[in-house]
DNA sequence: GATGAATGAGAGTTCATTCAT
DNA sequence: AATGAATGAACTCTCATTCAT
């Protein structure tokens, strides 16, 4: 792991122990093991520090994602919900939310940032999109429109995840995934498939 | 309008401007016409502040609700919907989506605030949750779990809005207010009522 | 004393102990009864701070030219070499002496500081110009050219006064005085004149 | 060329281009084809580096002093005085002129540069009284005090020197070596010399 | 109520220097 | 000889808050 891994290791920690508006340099270098002014020799600025931070918690989500389009659609589907909002009380997954939260509520003010945001989204619900026209295609969804679909599911998981770490313990967590399951999944499978579970 | 009414204006009106992480009393106190050491005066810190700000949108969010059992249902979710996803583009609306959720990205750092969220949610879901018991027993809509379908269903109109907020120019409004009304909304509906539009 | 007046001369203090390069705020601070903080709620910023005081420094070096056109010009202009360069020794006013040579040196790299200096140096050379103009109307100086000799007698005096700061005891102090004196001064005198001395 | 001069180099240009002030050793690093890191190898410290260039500058200065007791000493003044005053615009020159002015300001600060100075000073000083000794023995020069002229040759030369280094292009620089030239150089011919000009 | 002055803690960043290789 | 990594002190400037009026 190189020094400048090890730094932006130490900003998520950070980044989730104080948030966004109360993010020092202190902070990080506490979290690092070596001399705080030794951020400033890897990274030019605290902005870029957060740039390359983002950067690395977008494209590891983006890594998580399954490319099986021989797999049930509908359980690739639930897989990508329960990946996005099953995270509570996991406790690296949710410190990885929480920072991403006070990312995404930055962007209003840094255009780069933003950016880097609406091509992560597009990812996102490109994907989204070609699960549903994989089933579409096999047969087992109706035909819907596979982007209205994939904006109105990503604000979904992406709305649930947020009541999650906005609202911890009371967060509808459980009520939230099971109207996913049945009220957006399900109802995507024709006919036939609905006497099997959409979710096992 | 007293002053201190005036300050919580000039807090939002900064926030908005600003950012949550950038807000500053200074900024505040030009956004207000008197002195900011005067803001010091009406609240005991820069945090009773923004509780009380906060306290004031969501009142005012919870005042555009629609208590109308004889309405049609499912006009009633989507005309809920638009406030809250459809702001987009409308400045008075979007500044104060953007105040919320950069005050919404600080509950996990602040007991108060989360509190004060957690009980808003609860407002907002009960609110959804009613209009699906109204629709059912109106024979309107399917027998689908009420609960289940609030928490999807603000999951969804928020995420939206997030989305708006996070993303500007490049959020995907209109295939998200489209699945949430065809695939949220119009899968309620009885077989009969799906003749016509859900939205008219 | 207006507080920021009570700055410019902390400052001026701070500049001629610890010279330009080591000029710290916090040593411009020690200078001052008030706090550190505080000179930056009166000056934007440093180089604010600096561009005010070499303003000060300059204005009131003018302000000390005296205009007599009836008094000897010869008198004139020795009182004139007598204020630039004879100041060793005199405490307070060596201290400007070396604070300015110190913003001179700045010159090079600061366009604000070196217009301020340049507009300063007009004046000086314009008034010595001036009374060699009038000491030939009165018949007591030979027809020279007044702007090469303004420019001259500017270069020797403050090439004198830099001798004094920078070389300190070593500096040839007496010698130059002399010279300038003997040979600059008393040579502009028509000969009937020179029975008399240059300085009285 | 060894390691050494190339950094000395590096340091004028550097000074030159930063000044004094802003001189960094990651500044000299930069006009110094090697790490930054080297130049403490051969140099103890930033101090010791700078007290070597000017040594190196002020050498170089004095090798360029003409010795010729047969040349007609108002050539031998005249040209002096091009050496010093004349380099505006001479490219090379004036980096040299400005990295000394900058360094002369800091004198006040640090006694071993003030030796140094005063040691340079004095050098200068014999010379133009040697000169105007050659040229009294010579009989072309009037009986003048060799001291006191030499003195205030130099403070003209040098304070010229520093008004064009200082002032830039607002410098009255030709105005400067007229004087010099007509109102110091040729008085001090004796009458009969006086109907060839002093400058050829 | 209302203000401008004042404060002290702490922010991000720079920099000469040292160290391990 | 030569380097990139690392350090700690110090720098300018900001900010929430307080004080005197």
Redesign the interface.
Do not use: C, K
């Given at each position: 792991m190189t020094t400048g891994d090890e730094i932006v290791d130490a900003t998520f920690t950070a980044l989730y122990e104080?948030?966004?508006?109360?993010l020092t340099m202190a902070a990080i270098g506490e979290e690092f093991d070596k001399s705080t002014s030794l951020i400033h020799y890897h990274f030019d600025s605290k902005e870029d520090l957060l740039a390359t931070c983002l950067e690395t918690i977008l494209d590891g989500f983006l890594d998580d994602l399954e490319h099986d389009p021989e797999a049930d659609p509908a359980d690739r589907l639930l897989r990508l919900a329960e990946l996005v909002v099953g995270g509570a009380g996991d406790d690296g997954v949710d410190e990885f939310h929480?920072a991403l939260?006070?990312l995404?509520?930055?962007?209003?003010?840094d255009e780069a940032l933003?950016e880097q945001?609406?091509r992560n989204?597009?990812v996102w619900?490109d994907h989204i999109a070609e699960i549903v026209r994989d089933g579409i295609e096999q047969g087992r969804f109706r035909e819907?429109?596979p982007?209205?679909?994939?904006?109105?599911?990503?604000?979904?998981?992406?709305?649930?995840q947020?009541?999650n770490?906005?609202?911890?313990e009371?967060a509808?967590c459980e009520?939230?995934m099971?109207?996913?399951e049945?009220?957006?999944i399900r109802?995507l499978l024709v006919e036939d498939d609905r006497t099997g579970d959409a979710a096992s």
């Open positions: 104080h948030g966004y508006a109360d929480t939260l006070e995404r509520a930055q962007a209003p003010y933003r945001l609406a989204d597009a619900r819907v429109d982007e209205n679909f994939a904006a109105l599911f990503r604000s979904a998981i992406e709305g649930a947020s009541h770490v906005i609202l911890g009371d509808p009520e939230a099971a109207g996913i049945e009220l957006l109802e």
